[in-house]
């Protein structure tokens, strides 16, 4: 398991650059685990997410 994200420097985290846009850094610690878990859960699955806004 992946120490939490606030053991690893933000720049670090690949998952956060392909969502800085989006998020802001002040709440990425909220967010990444459940977007690990997702993201996990999607490539054991192979399954596509299905959401809107």
Do not use: C, G
């Not at 990425?28 to 993201?39: A, L, Q, Y």
């Amino acid at each position: 398991m992946r120490p939490r994200n606030d053991e690893l420097p933000l720049a670090l985290s690949a998952l956060y650059q392909r969502v800085s846009q989006h998020v802001p850094a002040i709440e990425w610690p909220v967010f990444e685990r459940d977007i690990e878990t997702i993201s996990r859960l999607k490539r054991e699955r192979n399954a596509v997410i299905l959401a809107h806004t």
